[in-house]
């Protein structure tokens, strides 16, 4: 299976912003922050479609992510995931001094992952945390 090297980007959406009020475990809000917005192109190279399941791994992790168009660009080789438990499994935790992680500018690789699925967020507390 091919892998795509990128920069991978962090932020807000505006999604977050009205499903953070119906709670963090909520279905709504766990579907609008475990996605990766990628290129259409770079969809294509990967072999990868709309709502395909994708690893994401940087030197820090790696986690399942959904797949998505991303309607802005052309931007090859640059992906975009939410802020959120998901993107946190992959930050680098070094904040060197300032008090933050990198959080934009990140190396990253992406590649298909057809057979892992996306945790849930009790799934990942339980998993990463070891809390239920």
Not at 44 to 51: D, F, H, I
Not at 56 to 75: F, N
Request: charged content about 30%.
């Amino acid at each position: 299976m091919p892998k795509l090297k990128v920069t991978l980007l962090t932020g807000r959406t505006i999604d977050q912003g009205t499903e953070r009020e119906r709670g963090k475990f909520s279905e709504e809000y766990q579907r609008s922050v475990t996605i990766c917005e990628i290129d259409p192109h770079d969809m294509k190279r990967l072999g990868v479609t709309e709502n395909d399941n994708v690893r994401v791994s940087t030197d820090s992790g790696a986690v399942i992510m959904r797949a998505v168009k991303s309607a802005r660009g052309p931007h090859p080789a640059v992906i975009f995931i939410p802020y959120g438990p998901w993107a946190s499994l992959i930050m680098n935790p070094e904040t060197h001094g300032t008090g933050m992680p990198l959080l934009k500018g990140l190396p990253a690789e992406v590649e298909q992952a057809p057979e892992e699925n996306v945790l849930s967020l009790r799934e990942l507390l339980e998993k990463y945390y070891k809390r239920k």
